[in-house]
């Protein structure tokens, strides 16, 4: 489709600086298709050139205005109240001098050269406001010609006679308006009265052809629809009409490709820790070794999990796509068997990070610890993708996990893993060196026959407490569509 035929765009630079701010900062417009073809090319003319028209005169306006006030206040002044005994002063150097009025150094005051002084500067600010008329005349004249266009498209544009009807009413009334600054500056030639009410006039109008522009715009209800609209959308700040039709939101629309699937995702997740400005959902401990930041389950002597909540706010979707980094603490043991409610979802059920939708809780991906990459200490203890384990998933999870160990060493130590992160397929060592093949690492992605608006949860769980184990989180984003 034509460019003319679209409307309303918006975009921001720093996308990370509005997840950070809770969208302060401002984006600029994003397009959205309108009623008709006809409509949208007249509204886009209408608005492009009537707008840079007026604010041209406005300009126009307040230069000659600043122009005549220099004029009138750099005039000559002479004072002739002295005798020809007192000081002189020259209006030109600002020195005085001692001879009388008729000497060779004194100033001729007379009021002849004094009217000759204004009348040349009157000649000045007329030539000056002659040609702002002159271009205030072209203005009204290329307004004409819009709202003569908007009579050919309204002969056109039978489906759209009702948006162009007010296309016409508000050209025209603006051209009058144009007329009536006109014959105000053509008062303001002979009379040099003051221009405000002639710059009051122009924003006026200037005012009425954006609320025209907004009432005949309308917003998209979700990034796929942008991205259908608009194949070459950069990804970015939108703002969307909220599912319910109340109000609208900004959110951040991933234009690109992502697992597998085409552009128009919605980010409802995001968090980068190596950000210093960012911190930790609440409820979560701060982590930090080595230069490196992370977020994992508070002090605890026991197991617990830790939760952050992702309000999807009403929209739809039937696709998930994401990923998470993580790192290992001391001694996780991933899917390990022998610990209690192993096989509850709502539970600890993995040292690891449990990503859910819904309530009742539905299972949508698990990131597993594993104890350690290279040494298979214990069977059961080792990541269930790794050589020679014996660890199988639970039903709820199957095949929707990712699974690695931080620790590459021989041995158990009770530190932060920082220099190995968690299930970004890098750096497995030789017992879980499948794991890091697993389809799709690192982004996970779940698809789904029936769409919902279900709202996603992440847990950072541990089956003992986290002076043993913690598997805390350094980074994340989660998209639906």
């Avoid at 050919?152 to 007010?166: C, G, K, L, R």
């Avoid at 979802?345 to 449990?354: A, E, K, P």
Wanted: hydrophobic letters at 30%; charged letters at 15%.
């Amino acid at each position: 489709m034509d460019k003319e035929d679209l409307q309303h765009i918006y975009e921001v630079n720093d996308l990370q600086e509005y997840e950070n701010n809770k969208g302060s900062s401002r984006p600029h417009m994003i397009i959205r298709e309108t009623g008709g073809a006809g409509m949208g090319r007249l509204a886009s003319m209408v608005l492009g050139i009537g707008v840079v028209l007026l604010f041209i005169s406005l300009v126009a306006i307040i230069a000659t205005t600043a122009s005549i006030l220099t004029h009138l206040t750099t005039l000559p002044i002479c004072d002739n109240s002295q005798t020809n005994t007192d000081n002189i002063v020259n209006p030109t150097t600002n020195t005085g001098t001692s001879d009388s009025l008729g000497g060779s150094n004194a100033i001729n005051c007379s009021i002849s050269n004094v009217l000759e002084g204004q009348q040349n500067q009157l000649g000045i600010v007329q030539n000056q406001i002659g040609q702002l008329l002159n271009a205030t005349h072209e203005t009204a004249s290329k307004v004409n010609e819009i709202r003569t266009l908007a009579n050919e498209q309204a002969a056109i544009s039978v489906n759209n006679t009702y948006n162009i009807e007010q296309v016409m009413q508000t050209t025209g009334n603006t051209a009058q308006k144009l007329v009536n600054i006109v014959n105000t500056l053509t008062n303001l030639k002979n009379t040099s009265t003051s221009t405000a009410g002639v710059v009051d006039d122009i924003l006026l109008v200037v005012d009425e052809l954006l609320e025209l522009h907004s009432d005949n715009s309308t917003l998209p209800y979700s990034c796929e629809e942008i991205k259908q609209r608009q194949p070459n959308s950069p990804s970015g700040v939108y703002l969307l009409i909220n599912p319910n039709g109340n109000g609208v939101t900004y959110a951040y629309c991933h234009m690109g490709e992502l697992c597998g699937s085409g552009g128009g995702w919605k980010r409802i997740a995001y968090i980068d820790m190596s950000d210093a400005t960012q911190n930790c959902p609440t409820g979560f401990r701060l982590y930090q070794s080595g230069g490196v930041r992370a977020c994992g389950r508070p002090s605890s002597s026991t197991a617990s999990c830790t939760s952050v909540q992702f309000p999807s706010n009403g929209f739809s979707y039937s696709q998930i796509c994401g990923r998470v980094t993580g790192y290992q603490y001391a001694t996780t043991d991933g899917l390990a068997s022998a610990w209690p409610n192993h096989n509850n979802l709502n539970s600890y059920y993995v040292d690891g990070i449990s990503i859910t939708r819904g309530s009742p809780r539905q299972h949508v991906w698990s990131f597993v610890s594993g104890f350690s990459g290279n040494v298979l200490l214990a069977s059961d203890y080792t990541c269930p993708c790794g050589i020679g384990s014996t660890q199988t998933t639970q039903s709820f999870v199957g095949n929707n996990y990712f699974c690695e160990s931080g620790n590459l060493l021989n041995m158990a130590q009770f530190k932060l893993f920082t220099s190995n992160p968690l299930w970004d397929g890098q750096n497995c060592g030789s017992v879980d060196i499948n794991c890091c093949s697993a389809p799709g690492i690192p982004w996970f992605h779940r698809t789904y026959s029936v769409a919902t608006n279900d709202n996603l949860e992440l847990r950072v769980c541990g089956d003992q407490g986290t002076g043993d184990e913690d598997t805390p989180f350094g980074y994340y984003e989660i998209y639906i569509k």
